[in-house]
């Protein structure tokens, strides 16, 4: 009898961890939607309906973001980082505008390689050299950085007249919807997405468990560089050129929007592909919403840090020792 005793006990406990852990899971779902509606209602009302009535412009915003969030939420399932997404941008744009001269097909194929290129470079040195991801990252942001300060020195760099052509929210809205639902398929439906949050729970684990783990980092790295190189297509055909600041503090409103989402920076099993569309939308809203009132740069930037802050501390996994891999 005190063993059946025992094991009722065991049983109610575990009963009560597991009821814990899904209402802890459905908060993390359900916060970042609420916080939507909510900003989205607060900068409305505060603007007398200016944000319903610009919300073409503002949506117009969003596109380079959760396109290249997308390669970016990739990365930090694994529990890596990538810093470099802005210097991809604007590498990867300016030879769209550079090609887009010969051929516009052969420009957005130029742009994916480039990022692609960039991405290897990252994932060699991540993965061969075993240097930490943020540190390979914030050296290859620095490097094309200048690299892009350079190509635009004299003037910035334009491309071809059928660029600008074909900028129609129709297309933008299209290729978005398309990015996003191969993208979900694939991380929600096969191995690929499976894999990717064994390596963020525990990249021991996820050695033992027959997973290819250095491999698996390499290819994901390369698979972000050439998602955020077709997301300077959006970018190019936006402008028609690309300046020296071009994709400049991408990777910082990458970060924030992932975060806003519900994104943990740990990566693992808690993450939700939500979070990139949630997280890049809420961003947009927020960042609009706060020139429309007429705030000013440090104060905007001040209180998006104090809810980036805050989204920190809600969300950050406690329980993963190893924050950045």
């Not at 959760?66 to 939420?73: A, D, E, N, P």
């Not at 030879?95 to 960039?118: E, K, N």
């Amino acid at each position: 009898m005190p063993s059946s005793s025992a094991e009722v006990s065991t049983t109610t406990s575990l009963d009560e961890e597991m009821k814990k852990a899904r209402m802890a899971t459905a908060f993390r779902t359900i916060l970042p939607i609420i916080g939507l509606v909510a900003i989205f209602i607060i900068f409305n009302v505060i603007t007398n309906g200016g944000m319903v009535s610009s919300m073409s412009l503002v949506i117009s915003q969003v596109y380079p973001i959760i396109i290249s969030s997308m390669g970016v939420f990739f990365i930090m399932t694994m529990g890596g980082l990538d810093f470099s997404q802005g210097s991809i941008l604007g590498l990867a744009a300016i030879v769209i505008c550079v090609v887009s001269r010969v051929s516009l097909p052969l420009a957005i194929v130029a742009g994916i390689a480039t990022g692609a290129g960039i991405g290897a470079i990252n994932g060699f040195f991540y993965v061969n050299r075993k240097i930490k991801s943020f540190i390979v990252t914030i050296c290859t942001m620095f490097l094309f950085r200048g690299l892009i300060k350079y190509l635009t020195s004299d003037s910035p760099v334009s491309g071809s007249m059928d660029l600008m052509m074909i900028d129609t929210t129709g297309l933008k809205v299209t290729l978005t919807v398309i990015i996003l639902a191969i993208g979900f398929v694939v991380f929600r439906f096969t191995r690929f997405g499976t894999d990717l949050k064994a390596i963020g729970a525990g990249e021991k684990a996820a050695k033992f468990a027959g997973i290819r783990t250095d491999r698996m980092k390499f290819w994901v790295y390369v698979l972000s560089g050439a998602i955020t190189g077709f997301a300077a297509f959006f970018t190019a055909i936006k402008n028609g050129s690309v300046t020296a600041s071009g994709g400049n503090q991408l990777e910082t409103q990458i970060l924030i929007a992932l975060v806003l989402g519900g994104m943990p920076i740990s990566g693992g099993a808690k993450v939700n592909f939500l979070n990139i569309i949630v997280g890049s939308f809420m961003y947009v809203i927020l960042q609009s919403g706060l020139n429309m009132m007429g705030i000013s740069t440090q104060m905007n930037q001040l209180i998006q840090g104090v809810i980036f802050l805050v989204f920190v501390f809600i969300f950050a996994d406690r329980e993963a020792t190893d924050v950045v891999k």
